[in-house]
Every structure is written in C-alpha cells, then in structure tokens.
C-alpha cells in the first residue's frame, strides 16, 4: 500500500511540473480518496476555458477544499517536495493503472 501511495504522489507531482500529462489519463485511476480528489482537482485546474489555471500549492487548496477537506497545506506541501523523475511517467502511469486493476480484482 505505501509504495502504491507514493506512486500516485509522484504521478500526481508530474502533474503538477507538466500539466498537460492529465490528458495522458482518460480515467480517475487513482485508489486513495485524497488522490481521487486532487487527480480531479487538478484535472479541473487544466481545462478551465481558455486559460488554464497554474496548478499553485494555493490553487490546489482553494478548490480542493471544496470537495475534500483532507486537501491542506500539509499534504500538498508534502505533495510538491515528493521526489520524483518527470521521465519516469510512463511508468508512474503504467503503475498506476496496474495498482488500479489489482485493487478491482482484490475487491
């Protein structure tokens, strides 16, 4: 589970460098709630109308907590200093929807 955690923390900081990788991703393949909601919430972020908006520790937050109240400074502080490879992505990605498939079949 903490290695499956910290793959969704990491795909969602690339994410956060390169926005347009959400479009990578046709599908909410995140299994923790907060990732669900910050998945979203960045999502969100990036097809504002004609003008994307910069996915900020700030931006985050404001329209995070509107659906999560989990989603805090703590947490998206930890979420922009996680250590991670933008040119791991692909296998961020591919971990991700694995971890998601796994977690379908266990349940």
């Known amino acids: 589970m903490i290695s499956e955690v910290l793959n969704e923390q990491q795909i969602l900081k690339c994410f956060i460098e390169k926005p ?3 479009l990578k991703l046709n599908k909410n393949y995140f299994i ?4 669900q909601d910050i998945f979203t919430v960045l999502l969100n972020l990036y097809e504002q109308k004609d003008n994307p908006i910069k996915p900020t520790i700030v931006n985050i937050i404001s329209a995070g ?3 999560n109240s989990d989603i805090n400074e703590y947490y998206i502080s930890k979420l922009f200093n996680i250590e991670y490879d933008i040119n791991n992505f692909n296998y961020y990605l591919q971990r991700l929807k694995e971890d998601y498939a796994k977690h379908n079949i266990e349940n």
Request: charged fraction near 30%; charge should be positive.
């Open 20 to 22: 347009e990788l959400i």
């Open 32 to 35: 923790s709630k907060i990732g």
């Open 65 to 67: 907590n509107k659906i």
